[in-house]
């Protein structure tokens, strides 16, 4: 952790040290921070609770905190507000959205599952408060094989909105599923090529996959889950070097957790810094500071959305 001065100490509402006035107000306000593991580091470092999707959601759920500062995407935000109506939820950048979120408009959802009327809706919690309204139940990657398994054999289901973790479920359970066809701009980034020389240059390393992955990179992974499993499965492996593939945001916590284990970043198809979510990265310490001092912006839903929504989300966590 370090004091942030950079250039932002020009501006009279940032304070020299924004760790120690990001603490004070935490206090001063009754807040709690919830960061995405995909966040910048310095985030991650200030954050109360840092996780993936299923642990963020029972944290916000459980939190006894009067206002959320949620340091993830909208979604995220959103369904801290869908869990906790009475509290301020605040996102430091609206515009911090998810390509996934976006791949599954609601209108044409609705007409797609108006076309399947007999199918369980089960969808990926990386999605929307109105197609949260439309489903039945909410999964994570955490968790999404186990809810899958718990749905008798005879009942059709919609899995959207992310075709990859769909097809891993699928292939985990035995079951067949209608998908949605969503997918993650980050996860369908990776080379399969390029992963191939880089296990080729480190023949020692383990190659580690999230499951929002497509099938020609999850081929190659000797361990696929989500995040949070990624981030355990080094911590407990005698194994000392990985290649990971999912957003690099998890790899500040893998090397505070592992400083002796050696953690290389699975590469996109272009050269670029493509495996990082640049919707996550909308998200910065200053932003942060701003949003609690001034409590905005501030994250709302229409109470019928909201209603509709939280159903499905506590079908989830009553089945995890």
Not at 247 to 267: L, V
């Amino acid at each position: 952790m370090f004091t942030a001065t950079l250039s932002y100490q020009k501006s009279a509402e940032l304070p020299l040290d924004l760790f120690a006035a990001i603490q004070d107000l935490k206090q001063e306000m009754n807040a709690i921070v919830l960061a995405h593991y995909y966040q910048d580091p310095d985030i991650q470092d200030i954050a109360d609770y840092l996780g993936d999707s299923l642990g963020l959601s029972q944290q916000a759920a459980a939190t006894e905190a009067d206002v959320i500062v949620f340091a993830g995407v909208h979604f995220m935000a959103e369904t801290a507000k869908i869990l906790n109506p009475d509290k301020l939820v605040l996102l430091p950048d609206l515009d911090a959205g998810c390509s996934l979120a976006d791949s599954c408009p609601a209108d044409a959802f609705a007409a797609f599952k108006a076309a399947h009327p007999n199918h369980l809706v089960i969808s990926y919690i990386n999605c929307t408060a109105e197609i949260k309204a439309m489903s039945d139940i909410i999964c994570t990657s955490s968790n999404a094989v186990k809810i899958v398994q718990q749905i008798p054999p005879d009942q059709p289901i919609i899995f959207a909105p992310d075709r990859n973790l769909g097809r891993y479920v699928m292939t985990q359970t035995g079951r067949d599923m209608l998908l949605w066809q969503g997918s993650c701009m980050v996860h369908e980034t990776f080379s399969e090529k390029k992963l191939v020389q880089l296990q080729i240059q480190h023949p020692e390393a383990e190659i580690i996959a999230h499951p929002e992955c497509e099938p020609p990179i999850l081929r190659h992974a000797s361990y696929i889950g989500s995040t949070t499993a990624l981030l355990n499965y080094c911590q407990r492996s005698s194994r000392n070097s990985f290649i990971v593939a999912t957003e690099s945001g998890i790899i500040h916590q893998m090397q505070k957790s592992a400083p002796d284990k050696q953690f290389i970043p699975a590469p996109p198809q272009a050269n670029c810094a493509c495996n990082e979510c640049p919707h996550m990265r909308l998200n910065t310490l200053e932003k942060l500071y701003l949003a609690m001092k001034h409590r905005t912006p501030e994250i709302t839903l229409p109470e019928d959305i909201r209603l509709a929504a939280l159903r499905p989300m506590q079908r989830m966590l009553a089945m995890s």
